[in-house]
């Protein structure tokens, strides 16, 4: 490939964070990928964690996992969502590894002798990451999503690698800044100035957008765009409108509605605008899916999870592809999830509200990790069980369900996970020796199984039904796995393991017969990384397949 015609796309955030950045730099790949160019999607966090497999998810919501098993912000999984593509660690920057490394390459005298700085190593350091992942990739064109807003602090090193990138090829880097009009209740207008200012300020950095995207509650009205285009330098074709609207999969569609995908190939240089050559399926998604949506058939999917707030508002991409994951499903069934959000702890301080969960079609309980809300977890495990109601367990929503029925089908009545107690009699769910010792020696980034892993599945079982085929492969985010010495007793009691590693030794999916339950399905893996909207994940169709069983038609 010649690398000399490789094209850049920057994305910038200007105004506000939480404006849909991620959402604009996936939706601009997937109107390129359909007119057949080949797209590597980059994400920079500022941050100086080196990934974000040690931070809260209170920081940043649930952490994303790749194939290779970086753990990583969850804009990478829309990225995959929309482009139906799996990313690598080379396609994920921080601050934390671009330091990290400049900073072992001059432990390792590798800058022979010189006096190491910001500029021109830490912004060399960030070009040659960005130019890797391209190549790495093969890509025709790389996007390149800046994390953070104008003007932080953060940023500035990214912001000033893009533009010497510019500097140095010119006629190949396009900026785009995301912008945010508010539209202030008591005046009823939309506001440009804000955008302005924004755009102001990146000049200051020595950066001219080429085209601005401008979020807002509504359409741009052409006044507002002739508005901007004139006090930020840039034409009013090239201010893009994107109102709110119901569903993030349309954002691709009203992208094109403004000519975003021939404007950006233009602007590149690509001269005759190629066809837009398959959004066709993307379209066809799309428009199914709004009219589910705009119809009544529904499916009540209570998620009993762990939910953070943050001051008086709850953080809303807990659980984002689990999330995901249900709709692309329920779309196959033609219903419209509804998904109810249930603290596990309130299941633990008040047991009669366990009878309120008659009304949910299925429930699901997500990964997690410590001790908070596991005694609500497994109340809710056990109703579900003894009520033949559809239940879904992801990761620490397997280990449970594992502990749930060692307690109270088996009589082992102090089973628990050593995560929670490691001096109980009957560790159904412990820390395999190996990572034992990497925690011994506090090197917790390293601790966890992650990333993708095979595994075999049983013939005549749920899971090989809902799969079609023998060998899989999920990704993982766990430290702890069922206990070996228990499987014996696990299986002898009534647990089928459908779902085991390569080597036999651990247990991916545990599963109740059909004959005693019409769903209970576990797994160690995170099967919702990798549902795409137009490839829905099997496990989470047929989890819906049984819920939807049950619903009365509207
Ligand atoms: N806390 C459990 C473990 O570390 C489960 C992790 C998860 O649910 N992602 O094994």
């Not at 397997?398 to 107690?421: C, F, H, P, W």
């Not at 990704?475 to 002898?492: A, C, D, F, M, T």
């Not at 004959?515 to 576990?522: D, E, R, V």
């Amino acid at each position: 490939m010649n690398r000399k015609n490789h094209k850049y796309i920057f994305i910038i955030g200007g105004v506000m964070s939480g404006v849909g950045k991620g959402i604009a730099a996936s939706s601009i790949g997937n109107i390129l990928q359909a007119r057949g160019f080949s797209i590597n999607l980059i994400k920079i966090d500022p941050y100086l964690n080196v990934d974000a497999g040690t931070m809260n998810p209170t920081e940043h919501g649930e952490a994303f996992v790749l194939k290779d098993g970086l753990e990583c912000d969850q804009d990478m999984g829309n990225y995959e969502r929309f482009l139906d593509i799996d990313l690598t660690k080379e396609d994920y920057i921080t601050s934390g590894m671009v330091y990290k490394s400049v900073i072992e390459r001059e432990r390792n005298l590798g800058y022979k002798g010189k006096c190491v700085e910001a500029i021109p190593h830490i912004r060399d350091e960030i070009i040659y990451r960005i130019n890797k992942a391209a190549e790495r990739n093969g890509s025709d064109i790389s996007i390149i999503e800046i994390g953070g807003t104008i003007g932080d602090y953060q940023n500035i090193m990214f912001i000033e690698a893009a533009r010497v990138l510019n500097v140095k090829k010119p006629n190949d880097v396009l900026f785009i800044m995301m912008s945010y009009l508010p539209i202030p209740k008591k005046l009823g207008e939309m506001k440009s100035k804000p955008t302005q200012n924004a755009v102001r300020l990146l000049n200051s950095y020595g950066v001219q957008p080429d085209i601005i995207i401008a979020r807002s509650e509504r359409l741009l009205d052409k006044k507002r765009k002739e508005k901007i285009a004139i006090s930020c330098s840039v034409r009013t074709e090239y201010v893009i409108s994107a109102p709110d609207i119901e569903s993030i999969y349309d954002v691709p569609i009203n992208f094109e509605k403004d000519n975003l995908g021939n404007i950006i190939l233009k602007l590149l240089g690509y001269g005759k605008a190629r066809k837009n050559t398959n959004l066709k399926k993307w379209r066809n998604f799309t428009s199914k899916s709004g009219k589910i949506l705009a119809g009544k058939r529904e499916v009540n999917i209570a998620i009993v999870g762990k939910y953070f707030d943050t001051g008086d508002f709850i953080l809303s991409d807990a659980y984002i592809s689990i999330i995901e994951a249900l709709k692309f499903s329920s779309y196959e069934f033609g219903v419209k999830p509804l998904l109810h959000r249930l603290d596990s702890k309130e299941f633990d301080i008040n047991k009669n509200k366990l009878k309120s969960l008659s009304k949910y079609d299925g429930i699901l309980i997500p990964g997690g990790f410590g001790k908070d809300g596991v005694e609500g977890k497994l109340k809710v495990i056990q109703w579900a069980r003894e009520n033949k109601k559809p239940y879904f367990g992801i990761c620490y929503g397997m280990q449970l369900a594992i502990i749930e029925y060692s307690r109270n089908v088996l009589g082992m009545k102090d089973a628990n996970t050593s995560e929670i107690n490691p001096k109980t009699k009957d560790a159904v769910i412990d820390i395999m020796p190996d990572q034992k010792k990497k925690l011994k020696e506090n090197n917790y980034g390293g601790t966890m199984r992650l990333g993708s892993y095979e595994a075999r599945l049983k013939e005549g079982t749920i899971a090989r039904k809902a799969y079609g085929k023998n060998i899989i492969k999920e990704r993982h985010r766990h430290r702890y796995e069922v206990n070996p010495e228990y499987i014996e007793k696990l299986s002898s009691g009534g647990m089928v393991f459908s779902g085991v590693s390569s080597d036999g030794k651990l247990m991916e999916i545990v599963e109740l017969p059909p004959n005693k339950h019409p769903f209970f399905l576990s797994t160690q893996f995170h099967p919702e990384f990798q549902a795409r909207p137009l490839c829905p994940h099997p496990l989470f169709t047929a989890f819906i397949k049984v819920c939807v069983k049950t619903i009365k038609s509207p």
